[in-house]
């Protein structure tokens, strides 16, 4: 396996998960137009996504890099601590930053491990807003405004490197260090670089904090007043041969209900799987079968297919627990 993807869809209700700023007293939804059929699509940053991932982390345990301010070019930037061997989020998320590397001036980059576009809606903007007020106890001087919400199913994109996932490039990425393995390779130049490899056991325990925290993803803005589930319904996740996205916006639900439970567009998603089986290791569609109302169908379309699994989605979090990077 090189690589690794991972999508979902979640229903919010009544949200404002990333907000795009005030205009006037509105506060308004981060949107882009889709300039096919010219409407406007509900979106969360990648940004926003990443921090919400990492808060997850800290949740379940892990210690996070420390961000702290620098000087760098007489202005100041925040900065992680730019150290992947020690902190998950430094290795996943990467990071830029100028530090002295035995007593010489060097910037170290490593680029995120882990890419995300965050969340898209699937269905348009609705132009749904909730009035509010804050009240002067003191007089009528009251403060009247709206915020933007949404009603939708956000779609989420991931792609994992696993090949870099605790592999770090000396020079380039960090300084030299002790106590790992270090390999000898070369680069696309033909020069010899050392890559240094946290164990494979750490190495997949990293692996696994991520996809629960995917698995559990919650937060965004508002949430005081506008609270909603933002876990998924249906996760995809695919072992893939080759660093080579094949989902993509292939996971889609139909327009409409059928007794309340949303419709899986099936002959979309086996369509692309099929194109890129030859690409694909292993694919797990791990979905809430209450919630979905062609479990049936999307079962019967797989069929044959052994390199494709469909489970509950508690099935796919014991998947998860016992995720090698061996497989």
């Known amino acids: ?3 690794m993807e991972v999508v979902t869809l979640t229903k919010v209700e009544g949200a404002n998960l990333n907000s795009n700023g005030t205009e006037g007293v509105i506060s308004v939804l981060k949107k882009v137009r889709d300039p096919v059929d010219g409407k406007e699509y509900v979106r969360v940053s990648g940004q926003s996504v990443k921090y919400h991932l990492r808060q997850l982390l800290k949740e ?13 070019g007489g202005q100041k930037v925040i900065v ?8 998950i989020d430094d290795d996943v998320f990467g990071y830029m930053i100028a530090k002295k590397v035995d007593g010489k001036n060097a910037t170290l980059r490593r680029t995120a491990v882990v890419r995300t576009n965050g969340m898209i809606s699937l269905f348009p903007y609705q132009e749904d807003r909730d009035f509010g007020v804050r009240y002067d106890p003191s007089g009528d001087n009251h403060n009247i405004y709206e915020t933007e919400i949404t009603t939708n199913i ?4 991931f792609f994992i490197e696993l090949d870099r996932l605790g592999v770090f490039k000396e020079g380039l990425e960090v300084p030299k ?3 790992l393995e270090a390999r000898k390779v070369k680069d696309a130049t033909g020069r010899e670089v050392t890559l240094y490899v946290l164990p494979k056991e750490e190495r997949e325990r990293r692996l696994r904090a991520l996809l629960k925290a995917i698995m559990m993803y919650h937060g965004g ?8 589930k933002v876990y998924p319904e249906i996760m995809v996740v695919a072992l893939l041969k080759h660093k080579i996205p094949v989902i993509g916006d292939a996971l889609r639900v139909k327009g409409g209900y059928v007794d309340g439970k949303l419709v899986l567009d099936v002959e979309r998603l086996r369509e692309t799987v ?3 089986q030859d690409n694909i290791e292993r694919l797990y569609i791990g979905l809430f079968e209450s919630r979905f109302a062609n479990v049936d169908e999307l079962r019967k379309a797989f ?3 052994d390199s494709v699994e469909i489970l509950s989605m508690k099935d796919l979090m014991g998947r998860i627990e016992n995720i090698s990077l061996g497989e």
Do not use: H
Not at 60 to 72: F, I, M, R, Y
């Open 80 to 87: 992680s601590l730019g150290e992947p061997q020690k902190y």
């Open 221 to 228: 803005a508002k949430l005081s007043n506008f609270f909603t």
């Open 303 to 305: 069929e044959g297919i």
């Open 274 to 276: 099929e194109t890129f």
């Open 1 to 3: 396996m090189k690589a």
């Open 154 to 157: 956000m779609r989420g994109n």
């Open 177 to 179: 260090l002790d106590g």
């Open 60 to 72: 379940l345990g892990w210690e996070l890099s420390q961000v702290v301010p620098k000087s760098e």
